[in-house]
């Protein structure tokens, strides 16, 4: 199996880039958050992946965190979704937001993803609650942070500005009005 490449990106495509390590190239499929932070033009990199075996394929997944991956894999292992669903939902949150919605049984914020209705939604929180729930602080801390997200999306932030100004806001700021506060703070520095 295939764990990590660690090499030159000579290619980054919608769906996919490949990276080239001592000669070789790898087709790696990524989710849109990671191909937009893959760099070009040759630069450097070191990604974690997952190898997925069909009867017709063999495809490498690629991703920048270790905890990215695992969660992947985890995902990959509920009957009904796929590699391409399981990036979709790496695609919605970071991956202790994704944890948090799942153990505080957050469907809503499954069904976000293409191709992930109410009932595959509630299979993945049935399944997976228990192992995402362990360790992880609970359902308030996630409201805040989708009544965050909310807030800033009715203010005319697309999603992926709000959930990157809310990825900037340390984690000991707590409470939606504060991370609100702090994500524009954020965004105004931005422009």
Do not use: W
């Amino acid at each position: 199996m295939i764990i990590t490449l660690d090499g030159k990106v000579t290619f980054r495509g919608q769906r996919y880039f490949i990276i080239e390590v001592n000669g070789v190239g790898y087709k790696v499929f990524a989710g849109t958050e990671t191909l937009r932070k893959i760099p070009q033009n040759e630069a450097k990199v070191k990604v974690f992946t997952s190898l997925c075996v069909r009867e017709d394929a063999m495809d490498l997944y690629g991703f920048l965190s270790l905890a990215e991956m695992e969660l992947f894999e985890t995902l990959i292992g509920v009957s009904g979704v796929g590699p391409r669903t399981a990036l979709g939902v790496l695609g919605v949150a970071p991956v202790d937001m994704l944890k948090k919605a799942i153990a505080a049984g957050e469907t809503s914020y499954l069904t976000k993803v293409s191709g992930i209705g109410r009932k595959t939604a509630e299979k993945i929180v049935i399944e997976l609650r228990d192992k995402m729930g362990k360790g992880i602080e609970g359902s308030d801390e996630f409201r805040h942070e989708e009544d965050a997200l909310e807030a800033l999306r009715s203010l005319g932030y697309s999603l992926r500005e709000a959930r990157e100004a809310l990825n900037k806001v340390p984690q000991d700021v707590k409470g939606a009005e504060k991370r609100i506060k702090s994500a524009l703070n954020v965004l105004g520095k931005g422009k």
